[in-house]
């Protein structure tokens, strides 16, 4: 009898698929991808892998995000059901009425976001760009939506106005900064690394604000061994893999935990190659419309 990864390996391979996953993952999933990343990377992948399948372990805005870059490809989620609460919380049509009150404002939004929210700003970034994406529109009024704490930072960073829309992750709201000043006191020489969605109390404790795909770059490259990192549990996995020599210390490892990214499991991902479902398509007219905001984002990197 063949183990569950190896009967993925098989139809895999049957099917001509590649296998994606982004850094939050469960570590099982992680260790059968063939890419791991954060949302960037795993956006720019999609678009460029020649394979004709794409399973897609992430939520479910980043598998609409690659449908829209590679319409011709078929891009399947192996739990539809995984979505992002942030992203929930900004709808096109009351972006639309935030744009009414800001008439030449530019848009920006973060790619956790709806395929129809992508089609109403100007341009996307990730938290690996943001700053430098916000900068590329120069010296206008700016919206951004839906994370009011990649907002700020962004701000703060550029010194800066911007419109900030409410929006927020619930798994980063849940890292207080009586959390990490714990994890300070029990690990004085560690370095503390962590997401610009954590709130503003945790980003002021922070050595380094940084995506996922940063955090695993800059471990690598610090000469530091210990890290407190302040970011959903799933990093760690990577952080440990890749830097035996060091250790690392999740802040709030029982509740900093995405439970949309923890619905991917092994036998879903299966059961997808076996059903080849669920397929994430994303209409035209609206795929138009967001590919050109995720496209200026690519531009610049
Ligand atoms: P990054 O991997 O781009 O840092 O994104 C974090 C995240 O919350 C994705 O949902
Ligand atoms: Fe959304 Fe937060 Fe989960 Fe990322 S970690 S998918 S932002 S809820």
Request: glycine share 4%; charged share 25%.
């Amino acid at each position: 009898m063949k183990t569950i990864e190896e009967q993925i390996a098989a139809l895999k391979k049957k099917r001509g698929a590649v296998i994606i996953a982004h850094n939050y993952q469960v570590d099982e999933v992680q260790a059968i991808a063939d890419f791991t990343g954060d949302s960037l990377e795993l956006s720019r992948k999609a678009a460029t892998l020649p394979n004709e399948v794409v399973v897609f372990c992430g939520v479910h805005f980043m598998a609409e995000t690659a449908a829209i870059l590679s319409p011709e490809k078929t891009i399947l989620i192996p739990d539809p059901q995984a979505g992002c609460p942030m992203a929930d919380m900004v709808t096109a049509e009351k972006l639309r009425a935030l744009k009414g009150s800001h008439p030449g404002a530019k848009v920006v939004c973060y790619v956790n976001s709806s395929a129809e929210v992508k089609a109403e700003s100007d341009i996307c970034c990730t938290s690996s760009n943001a700053v430098k994406v916000a900068q590329s529109l120069g010296d206008v009024e700016i919206i951004f939506v839906p994370d009011r704490n990649l907002g700020a930072f962004v701000a703060e960073r550029l010194g800066r106005e911007m419109i900030l829309y409410n929006g927020f992750c619930p798994t980063h709201e849940r890292i207080r900064d009586s959390d990490v000043l714990e994890m300070k006191a029990e690990h004085p020489d560690a370095l503390v690394l962590a997401h610009p969605e954590c709130n503003k109390p945790v980003r002021d404790l922070a050595d380094e604000l940084l995506s996922t795909g940063q955090m695993c770059r800059f471990a690598q490259a610090s000469d530091h061994k210990e890290f407190i990192i302040a970011t959903e549990m799933g990093i760690n996995y990577r952080l440990r893999n890749e830097n035996p020599g060091k250790k690392f210390y999740p802040v709030n490892p029982d509740r900093a935990v995405c439970p949309n990214m923890k619905k991917i499991t092994l036998e879903k991902v299966l059961w997808c190659l076996q059903d080849m479902k669920e397929r994430v398509t994303v209409p035209k007219a609206i795929a138009r419309r967001a590919v050109s905001s995720i496209e200026r984002m690519l531009e610049i990197g």
